[in-house]
């Protein structure tokens, strides 16, 4: 369990640090970074590692019924168009915030799908003790937007545009929340498969990368084709031609194979983890996440000049690791 824990904490570093890629994504534009970034991140780097684990991956999901494959992909498109939204969000209210609202939401969701289908629930005791570990999780994300809000107060926008693009970034975060908990109750559904490796005689946490496969074939075609759809639209192919494009490039390379790292090793915790791996795991995976990307915001600079609102910050960071440490005795417990 500590194993897994360990590994659990390396995701979480990597989920909590591939968004700093997605601010800072010049000198390409938006539509130019995020159709690359989707190629990296949810084809190549998926199927190379998949690869060089189950050389044989391939007969593993062709023997996925379609029963399983179809609404496990379904979760990764619906997943796809929301995580558009994500990347948009930390564009207008920076990484903090954006991983606030939508980690939150991620875990209370994504977590309990695999809770409640599973093959029975556990003992009262870690139910119990699962959700007081959410409850003070939901705590820290409601502290952590709270502190958001402070800082737009007190930053006295007088352009409502600004106003504007602060509340539709609010909604957008919303929104990814519930698309990244569709994320794991996909990768939780597509389990099937990487059941069938490990009766085969793989390794559990290699098997654990097939379900990703299954889930980034429904995300690629939202993230892939909308990033397509606005090049075509605003002719900016020569993005990947212009001079200083070999920065971009490394960018996208950095961002798309820290974000499927984070969601592998993710993956691996998940089995180390043992049976309820996929609900504890992901509760604090995205408090991990949570209190990383606040690393990253701080050394960004957006909580410069706001002194009560990075206070409560910090505040709402202390809770999300509380959360994550209750989660470990608990699942521990078990």
Known sequence: MFQGLLVLLLAGVFQGSFGIGMKKYKPFSWEAFWALFSIVSMILTPIIWTAIEIPNFWSYLSATPSSIFIPAAICGFFWGVTAIGFGKAIDMIGMSLTYGIAMGISAAVGSLFPLFTGKELPETNFLVGLFIGMAIMIAGVIVLTKAGMMKDKESQLQDSQKNNKFMVGLVLAFISGLGSAAQNIGFSYAGFTSQLAVADGVNGTSASLL????????????????????????????????????????????????????????????????????????????????????????????????????????????????????????????
Not at 211 to 227: K, R
Not at 247 to 268: E, P, S
Not at 280 to 293: R, T
Not at 303 to 332: E, H, Q, T
């Open 211 to 334: 379900g990703w496969l299954i889930v980034f074939s429904g995300g690629f075609i939202a993230n892939f084709g909308y990033a397509l759809i606005l090049l075509i639209k605003n002719r900016n192919f020569s993005n990947y031609t212009a001079k200083g494009a070999s920065v971009g490039y490394f960018k996208v390379l950095i961002t798309g194979l820290m974000w499927f790292a984070a969601l592998g090793l993710y993956g691996k915790a998940t089995f180390l983890l043992g049976e309820y791996g996929t609900v504890v795991g992901w509760i604090g995976f995205n408090a991990l996440a949570l209190v990383i990307s606040n690393v990253w915001g701080l050394k960004d600079g957006e909580w410069k000049g706001y002194i009560k609102p990075k206070k409560v910050m910090l505040i709402a960071n202390g809770i999300l690791i509380a959360s994550w440490i209750i989660l470990g005795i608990i699942n521990g417990s078990l």
